[in-house]
């Protein structure tokens, strides 16, 4: 296709990806323009969605969550024609897709399901993989606008395929990364050097680009973001979300969540995914968590905790760095196998508003919220008490035993309502802790709990 021949494109969202996109088409010949929520200097930078849709007829949306993309849409409805290609390049998961795309085509205009791989240096270099599912008429017309910035385009059949691989490929990617810190803590443990791991992973079946990028980040401590952990932890819980849906069981996938939302809770969540690493730091193990400390004090009454953020993100992408935290609506997971509580967390719809004043969307109900973390809420109250840690003063004293240093919890027992939590009877375990641990006042291991736990069940 000629330069001038080539048609105005559209970019919403300037996050690590979508500048970087931007940049890729306009070095590709192209005429682009672009929005995103908070002004930045941009060439072309327009002053709403609805603009932009007025100044092009493809447009490609890198947004956060599903209610950033909804609010992008909705914001350029009346501007959208049956001229119009929308590109969803956001991971949301299947279900948001399903919906924008009929938002989409209740215009006339058409729209394709189109979340990328791919980090920052990808990106820059023009070599992001493009998983696309949607109409072939569609593909063929923004093929060389994807070409552009892509090194390979995998086509996956129907609107919301490529948005399941998406989410299903970044669980085999998180659940890679803690198994990595895991192996990692091990070896620096056993007293061998970081570099003996990575010469064993070079002839290793089990090497991985993740591996390969992640592992150098870990040892270096270099946590400079490619793929943020908050953006991760939400590809996560869509993930979650699905398996349930499907009553499918995914225990890796489970407690990496937890793990990630303990690490969003250290402040770390603008951080690259593999800061999961930093929970092996001897200084960093195990350190208070205000933010949860915030979250057990809150659960006595009164209003809702304020989980990382309530804000509503439009501008950042799949794999972004911007000033805003994960957003609220991001925080919401499928219940897990763990014991159902009565109250779970959430936030009220009526304390968010979107960018044209409508209320937030709910993308999985109240009722299956947040048992992952009420489970590592009632995990930490109960190591707190076990190491003697002062609680909240509003907060109800533990009860004394002589024998509450020996008696280790499950999982299944440990998952309670918090509120009582502190007033229960330690379970019986068939895994006590060893006499070395108890003298160093060492937490015990949760993840092993866990198991034993579904063990027994």
Request: aromatic share 6%.
């Amino acid at each position: 296709m000629s330069r001038k021949a080539r048609k105005n494109v559209g970019v919403i969202g300037l996050g690590i990806i979508g500048t970087r996109v931007a940049a890729g088409l306009r070095a590709g010949g192209f005429q682009v323009y672009v929005w995103n929520r908070s002004a930045k200097p941009a060439p072309n930078f327009l002053g709403s969605p609805a603009e932009i849709a007025e100044s092009s007829e493809v447009i490609q949306i890198f947004v956060a969550d599903a209610q950033a993309l909804f609010d992008v849409i909705e914001a350029m409805a009346e501007a959208i024609t049956p001229k119009h290609v929308i590109i969803c390049s956001s991971t949301v998961g299947p279900e948001a897709v399903l919906e924008a795309a009929q938002l989409v085509q209740a215009r006339g205009a058409q729209f394709l399901d189109a979340p990328f791989t791919g980090s920052k240096a990808a990106a820059e270099k023009k070599e992001l993989v493009y998983y696309v599912g949607g109409d072939e008429a569609a593909f063929v017309r923004v093929r060389p606008i994807l070409e552009a910035t892509a090194k390979s385009i995998v086509r996956m059949g129907d609107v919301g395929h490529a948005s399941t691989i998406k989410v299903v490929t970044n669980m085999i990617s998180a659940v890679t990364s803690q198994v990595l810190a895991e192996a990692l803590a091990i070896v620096q443990k056993a007293g061998l050097e970081p570099e003996t791991l990575t010469a064993a992973l070079e002839q290793n079946a089990c090497r991985s680009g993740v591996i390969d990028l992640k592992l150098p980040k870990m040892m270096s401590g270099d946590y400079d973001p490619h793929f943020s952990l908050k953006h991760m932890f939400k590809d996560v819980q869509l993930g979650i979300h699905m398996a349930n849906a499907l009553d499918i069981e995914i225990p890796a996938t489970t407690v990496t969540a937890g793990v990630m939302y303990g690490a969003l809770n250290q402040g770390w969540g603008e951080m690259d995914y593999s800061v999961l690493f930093k929970n092996y730091t001897p200084s960093e193990v195990f350190d208070e968590l205000p933010a949860l400390e915030h979250v057990l004090a809150q659960r006595g009454g009164g209003q809702p905790p304020a989980l990382p953020s309530e804000s509503v993100t439009l501008s950042e992408t799949a794999s972004d760095l911007g000033p805003e935290p994960v957003s609220a609506s991001a925080l919401v997971v499928a219940e897990p196998t763990f014991t159902v509580l009565p109250e779970p967390i959430s936030v009220t719809a009526e304390s968010i508003t979107t960018l044209n004043g409508s209320p937030v969307r709910e993308m999985v109900p109240h009722e299956e919220a947040s048992r992952i973390i009420e489970a590592v809420l009632a995990h930490v109250s109960s190591q707190r008490r076990e190491l003697g840690v002062v609680m909240h003063e509003t907060r109800h004293p533990a009860p004394k035993t002589e024998e509450r240093a020996a008696d280790v919890k499950p999982a299944a027992a440990m998952v309670t309502d918090v509120e009582k939590d502190a007033e229960a009877k330690p379970a019986e375990s068939t895994q006590p802790e060893d006499d070395e641990s108890k003298a160093e006042g060492k937490p015990v291991n949760f993840v092993r709990r866990w198991f034993v736990g579904r063990s027994q069940s």
